[in-house]
């Protein structure tokens, strides 16, 4: 399996600018999960769904983000409009229910808002 | 609730020197435990697991922890170290047996292995 596929690697944009951030999890896997990474605050949990479901957005810091799940092998994270404190890397992640639950993660998007 | 406490912000070390690092965690029930690695610019790599059985479980890249319920901790260590696992190192736990739940992380401890 090629593993959790994050795109792009890089984004840089514009203050006021819409990010489109993307996510294939691992076949098979029925949770995926969308954090942000910085330096400040560390790893947080933004959402996670089960099943293309959301099923706990507490994490989202506002309503410029959203994150949808299509089908069991898509998942997009939207910042509209960006701000440059959205500067951070994103990562993506999935897991099965089964056993201990361990996440698989992506290499993650780094985003920079100017 | 579940919280992980990795004491350690940042760990210095030798080359070919042994290493812990060590996390303790809070739960009311019994968790999973868990560390994973990220080196520069990656995403973060799981290293070992623990689920249940034997306390000493072994990973990828020469590292082993020791899980001990009643000191409630998970340190992680390796008796040598290189150059190439200077990394951050994340431990986790997530609960078990009672509906699903979200993998608990610590803020992360840098290993910083210089020759």
């Known amino acids: 399996d090629a593993g959790v596929i994050q795109s792009p690697r890089h984004e840089v944009t514009e203050m006021g600018q819409e990010v489109t951030l993307r996510c294939k999890p691992i076949?098979?896997?029925?949770?995926l999960f969308w954090y942000r990474q910085t330096m400040m605050r560390g790893l947080e949990l933004l959402i996670y769904f089960n099943n293309n479901v959301p099923i706990d957005d507490s994490g989202m810091p506002e309503d410029r983000f959203s994150a949808k799940m299509p089908n069991a092998s898509f998942s997009t994270l939207k910042i509209q409009p960006s701000e440059p404190r959205d500067s951070a890397v994103y990562f993506c992640?999935?897991?099965?229910?089964?056993?201990?639950?361990?996440?698989?993660f992506g290499p993650g998007t780094r985003l920079t808002v100017t | 609730a579940q919280s992980v406490t990795q004491l350690d912000s940042q760990v210095p070390v030798f080359e070919e020197a042994p290493v812990e690092l060590r996390c303790n965690y809070s739960s009311s029930v019994s968790v999973y435990l868990f560390w994973y690695v990220q080196y520069p610019n990656q995403g973060l790599q799981l290293l070992l697991k623990y689920l249940s059985g034997s306390t000493l479980v072994k990973g990828i890249n020469g590292f082993e922890a020791e899980f001990n319920k009643s000191q409630t901790s998970f340190h992680l260590r390796k008796p040598s170290v290189h150059i190439s696992d200077t990394a951050e190192y994340f431990c986790?736990?997530?609960?078990?047996?009672?509906?699903?739940?979200?993998?608990?992380f610590g803020k992360g401890t840098m290993l910083l292995v210089s020759p």
């Open positions: 076949s098979g896997h029925d949770y």
């Open positions: 986790a736990v997530r609960r078990m047996n009672s509906g699903y739940s979200t993998l608990t």
């Open positions: 992640a999935s897991s099965l229910h089964q056993g201990a639950g361990e996440q698989y």
